[in-house]
């Protein structure tokens, strides 16, 4: 009987009867290979218990991101709740009010006094009513994060030298999303590609080997997302599209009239509050409002549609699209 090397039980035979492991005796050469196996196998369970303690501490941290993130979410829910003016005007109405009313009616006996401290309630409720109206992010975080996409896509267009008009293209054309292309030179007669134009930066859009562009999203592709239904290929069915855009969901126009005729569609916004700027971006890509008429047009119309001319005047905004075949 000998002593198993690697389990230390006592066994016979060319391999340990207990877990199998080989037994080499006498020769130089075999105890040293026996040494090799060994020190494999005690590497392997090493290895094995290191990546087991590493999974471990993966596990735990990723549980521990996840954790802090919903603390931090609870945390800003009752910030927001807390911090909402709104909310915290109604409540101290609405307290004020429930303890002047008995006091009062009760103790003071007095009709309009009551009278007015349950108006103060009702204030309150109003409040507090109003206070989660109030949009999760200020409008002026919306415009911060908007200037620095416009900034940046600016800074690019300007580094590469492009002022040709962009051309927005419908879905069908792209990804299945909504994308302007920045032509590379200025042609009047563009060959499409039959297949959709892939969803890359710089992308190939024509038959001529040189008809690249650069492929950019704008505020009017992302708007398309905000239609409940697509619209027309008419005249009234882009104009009731732009109008639901531009005056129920984004509120920075009164009213909206297109005219369709052809390849030229005339679009007038009426008290607009968003006015076109004599900037690099607004010169290549439309100011946000005639992109977002621009890219309407382009989903409704299934072609591809170019700014041609923007103005304001009036308090009137006029835009002209030039329909491409």
């Known amino acids: 009987m000998i002593t198993c090397p690697n389990c230390g039980q006592k066994t016979s035979g060319d ?3 207990w877990c199998n492991y080989p037994i080499l005796r006498g020769r130089p050469v075999e105890r040293q290979e026996a040494g090799s196996v060994r020190k494999a196998s005690r590497a392997k369970k090493q290895a094995r218990n290191e990546a087991g303690q590493s999974g471990k501490t993966g596990d735990a941290e990723r549980q521990t991101v996840k954790n802090a993130r919903i603390v931090a979410q609870k945390k800003t829910k009752q910030g927001n709740m807390v911090s909402n003016p709104y909310r915290i005007l109604g409540l101290g109405l609405c307290l004020a009010g429930t303890i002047f ?8 006996n007095s009709v309009p006094l009551t009278a007015a401290a349950i108006s ?8 507090i009513a109003l206070a989660n109206t109030r949009p999760y992010i200020s409008p002026e975080t919306c415009q911060l994060m908007l200037k620095t996409g416009m900034e940046n896509t600016a800074a690019l ?21 909504p994308q302007a292309l920045v032509p590379l030179r200025e042609d009047e ?13 710089i992308v190939r859009f024509g038959l001529n080997p040189d008809d690249m ?7 009017g592709s992302i708007n398309i997302d905000m239609l409940e239904t697509k619209p027309g290929p008419t005249s009234a069915e882009i104009e009731a599209a732009v109008t639901y855009i ?8 009164n009213s909206a009239s297109v005219k369709l ?3 030229r569609i005339d679009v007038e916004i009426s008290g607009s509050r968003w006015h076109y700027e004599d900037v690099w971006y607004y010169r290549c890509l439309g100011s946000p409002i005639a992109s977002i008429v621009a890219a309407i047009s382009s989903e409704a119309l299934q072609k591809p549609i170019r700014i041609k001319e923007e103005s304001y005047s009036k308090g009137k905004s006029k835009i002209v699209l030039e329909v491409l075949s």
Not at 101 to 108: A, C, L, M, T
Not at 120 to 127: P, Q
Not at 246 to 253: K, M, R, S
């Open 157 to 177: 267009l300007e580094e590469l030298g492009l002022k040709n008009k962009a051309i927005y293209l419908p879905s069908t054309m792209r990804d299945g999303h």
């Open 246 to 253: 531009l005056t129920g969901v984004l509120d920075i126009a």
């Open 189 to 201: 007669d563009i060959q499409w590609v039959k297949e959709k134009i892939p969803g890359r930066l």
């Open 120 to 127: 103060v309630i009702t204030l309150g409720l109003t409040c």
């Open 261 to 263: 005729t052809d390849a």
């Open 15 to 17: 391999h340990c009867q």
């Open 213 to 219: 562009a650069i492929a950019v999203t704008t505020a």
């Open 101 to 108: 009313v008995p006091v009062s009616y009760f103790i003071i």
